[in-house]
């Protein structure tokens, strides 16, 4: 794991000082060496950054950036890949030879040898760069799920990239524009969608997608070589529950051992929740060491998950750690999100990750997390309590839909209530209503937004956004033949856990130079798990079925079996008491007046509403916040 930064620069205007301070951006990344070079072409100047942290062949071999033998592929890049070792063979029986042990040169001389269909071969989470000699072409390219960031700036004479904001911020010549139709994305959701960012000319590659930068004609093409939708659009496999179940056991058994490829040692982040306790059990499984796990808990009861996670542990042998995490240790912890949460993200689970982070670091360089378990496998209760919504909405006549949205619209428009969630309810039957795809319709009735439209244009002074933005899942239509629940589970795992759930474990373990590696994204569990019956998924009123019939083999039902919690935090109880100030202080007119971004007045019946008790909603809050601590750390110090 590590942070590749660089530039390709048309008007040969950078040099090493400009590199290295982008570089040393990322230190937290990787504080075991550094490395940089800028490539002098005909056509730009090619500067290449890393910072590394030592995994996979900790000797210098391993160090980036680096060049094949011939001098004529150069390569940056950020991740693991778990299969190098069986990759590596097959290069080595056609006659590649190699100088290091490390998966890095594996990439590169795969693509040496197969070009950018290298990809296609790889199990792993990557981001990379490689500059082409011979094709006077640079590739970006990010893994399939998109567990490795990839962020890149365009003007008209440079580009530049980064596994950080931070990095892109520091070269000179980068903009910093804010782009409001994303900063009203912002405010619906908490965090801002791929492709888009906070600013302008500047974007996330999206997962399953590379990009060759032609340097004689400056074009750039992205292309699609691995999406989920072809997946959940094929034919269901024609499997019984219990075949699904040895296949799917094995599927995992695979993906957990190949996420201990190491040559330091790893952990596991254990909540008690059935997906890290099904992935630290078969882990430990048959080995007389006992693997280090990690948890966090708080000391307000209904947020603490600690005691279900020192269960698991007990009964599987585990060398378990756990922190109480007192208020005063989270508050602490806020100051530090703005700089590492480098773009304005408001999941108030950041802080649990980062502390558990931090927690573990202190004993391993990497730690399994279970990101994507319940977007995978039908983890959350809404997918499937959601659908009797769809089908009321779909029984009105398509010819009563829109004057019955017409009709809706007017106490919108009119109505005096202060509790904005009635707003927001009202405008998501308003859009399901005149919903022209399937998708939109279960978009719009089951995302959880925060902020409505309406209260979005009102609140943000620039009056021309554009609200109909939407992330790339909408590139391709699933089939309308497809469950319901396994097109919610489709469009969340492109959307929430790319720009919410894998942001937030990137930044928080990166933060304390910690590798997080997601077994239950490896490509091949994805692609299995989208072809099953969604039966499989929700049985019995129990959701992720399968998941939870092997843990059983591991695990007893009474250990097992208890409400889901979350990963939450007090947000409410914490803007009432110790944040109110801060909220009070980024509230104030003086320094709303200077930031130029929000109305005031409707601004103040927002924070108003809310610690009156019309609005017991504290994300909202906490959403402003994060934007305001982002603004003060990034744009308002500079």
């Not at 590739?139 to 931070?166: M, N, Q, T």
Request: proline share 3%; aromatic share 14%.
């Amino acid at each position: 794991m590590c942070g590749i930064t660089g530039f390709i620069d048309y008007k040969f205007s950078s040099n090493f000082e400009i590199l290295n301070k982008m570089n040393n951006t990322l230190q937290h990344r990787g504080p075991d060496s550094a490395g940089s070079d800028i490539l002098e072409t005909k056509q730009a100047q090619i500067g290449l950054g890393h910072r590394r942290l030592s995994i996979i062949d900790l000797s210098v071999c391993g160090n980036q950036p680096m060049s094949d033998e011939s001098g004529n592929f150069f390569i940056v890049f950020n991740g693991e890949i778990y299969n190098y070792k069986e990759i590596k063979k097959e290069l080595q029986s056609v006659g590649e030879t190699f100088f290091s042990s490390s998966d890095t040169e594996v990439i590169l001389k795969s693509y040496i040898q197969w070009g950018i269909k290298a990809v296609d071969k790889f199990i792993g989470m990557f981001a990379f760069v490689i500059y082409d000699k011979i094709k006077n072409k640079v590739i970006f390219c990010r893994d399939r799920a998109g567990v490795k960031p990839f962020y890149y700036y365009v003007s008209d004479s440079l580009i530049l990239f980064a596994s950080e904001f931070k990095a892109l911020m520091a070269h000179p010549s980068f903009k910093k524009t804010l782009n409001y139709d994303s900063l009203a994305l912002f405010f619906r959701r908490g965090w801002i969608a791929a492709p888009y960012t906070i600013f302008d000319s500047t974007f996330k590659l999206k997962p399953g997608h590379y990009m060759e930068i032609d340097l004689i004609s400056r074009k750039s093409k992205e292309h699609c070589y691995w999406n989920v939708h072809d997946y959940y659009n094929s034919n269901e496999l024609n499997l019984s529950f219990q075949e699904a179940k040895e296949q799917l056991h094995q599927l995992l058994k695979s993906a957990c051992e190949y996420r201990m490829v190491a040559d330091t040692e790893v952990g596991i982040f254990l909540s008690g929740g059935f997906d890290s306790s099904l992935a630290t059990a078969i882990l430990q499984t048959g080995r007389t060491k006992r693997i280090n796990t990690f948890s966090i808990g708080f000391e307000e009861e209904k947020f603490n998950e600690a005691p279900y996670a020192k269960a698991v542990a007990e009964h599987l042998k585990t060398d378990h750690h756990e922190l109480i995490c007192s208020a005063k240790d989270a508050l602490e912890l806020i100051q530090e999100l703005p700089y590492y949460y480098d773009e304005p993200f408001a999941d108030s689970s950041a802080i649990p990750t980062m502390l558990v982070s931090r927690l573990a670091s202190s004993k391993v360089k990497v730690a399994l997390s279970a990101d994507g378990g319940d977007e995978v496998f039908g983890g959350y209760p809404r997918y499937y309590d959601k659908l009797d919504d769809f089908d009321k909405v779909q029984s009105v006549p398509g010819i009563l839909r829109k004057p019955l949205s017409h009709l809706l619209s007017i106490p919108l428009k009119i109505s005096t209530n202060k509790n904005p969630q009635y707003k927001i309810r009202l405008e998501k039957l308003i859009k399901t209503l005149n919903h022209e795809v399937r998708a939109d319709l279960f978009r719009y009735r089951s995302e959880p937004i925060y902020y409505s439209d309406t209260e979005i244009k009102k609140l943000l002074k620039k009056k021309d956004i554009d609200l109909s933005a939407k992330s790339f899942y909408d590139d391709i239509q699933l089939r309308e033949t497809l469950d319901p629940a396994m097109l919610m589970m489709a469009l969340e795992y492109k959307t929430t856990l790319v720009d919410d759930l894998l942001v937030k474990v990137d930044r928080a373990t990166m933060a304390y130079s910690l590798e997080g590696r997601e077994p239950f994204l490896d490509h091949r569990l994805v692609e299995f798990a989208a072809r099953l019956n969604s039966n499989f998924h929700y049985r019995n009123k129990s959701t992720k079925s399968l998941l939870r019939e092997i843990c059983y083999e591991y695990i007893p039902k009474s250990i097992m079996d208890r409400p889901k919690k979350g990963f939450a935090i007090p947000t409410n109880e914490w803007l009432h008491r110790e944040l109110k100030e801060m909220v009070m202080e980024f509230s104030e007119i003086s320094f709303l007046k200077k930031q130029n971004i929000f109305d005031t007045n409707v601004l103040k019946i927002i924070i108003d509403n809310y610690y009156k008790g019309y609005d017991t909603n504290g994300e909202r809050i906490w959403f402003f916040l994060m934007f305001q601590m982002w603004y003060s750390r990034w744009i308002n110090n500079n």
